[in-house]
C-alpha cells in the first residue's frame, strides 16, 4: 500500500509545506524525483521523450522510480 502526506502551510509549525511518500518498494530502489519550474516554452527530459511546453505553466514536481517513465506521485504549483 503507498500512501501520499501533504501538510500545507497552516498546519505546520514553522509555516514549511510538508510532502512525503511512501510506496512498497523493494528497499534500495531509487525514487527519483522531478521539478519542473513555471514558465514558457519549458522543455522536460523524460526517460524516453523530450516535451516543449510552448505556453504558460505552473511549477511541478513528481517521484517515479528510477526505470518508470511517469510519475507516481506529483504535485503542482497553486497560484
Request: aromatic share 10%.
Amino acid at each position: 500500500m503507498c500512501d501520499v502526506l501533504v501538510a500545507l502551510s497552516d498546519a505546520t509549525k514553522n509555516g514549511s509545506i510538508v510532502f512525503g511518500k511512501h510506496s512498497d518498494r523493494p528497499v534500495g530502489e531509487c525514487q527519483v524525483l522531478n521539478f519542473s519550474p513555471a514558465g514558457r516554452n519549458t522543455q522536460i527530459d523524460f526517460s524516453y521523450l523530450k516535451l516543449s511546453i510552448g505556453r504558460e505553466h505552473l511549477a511541478a514536481m513528481g517521484c517515479r522510480p528510477y526505470w518508470c517513465w511517469g510519475y507516481e506521485s506529483g504535485i503542482n504549483e497553486v497560484v
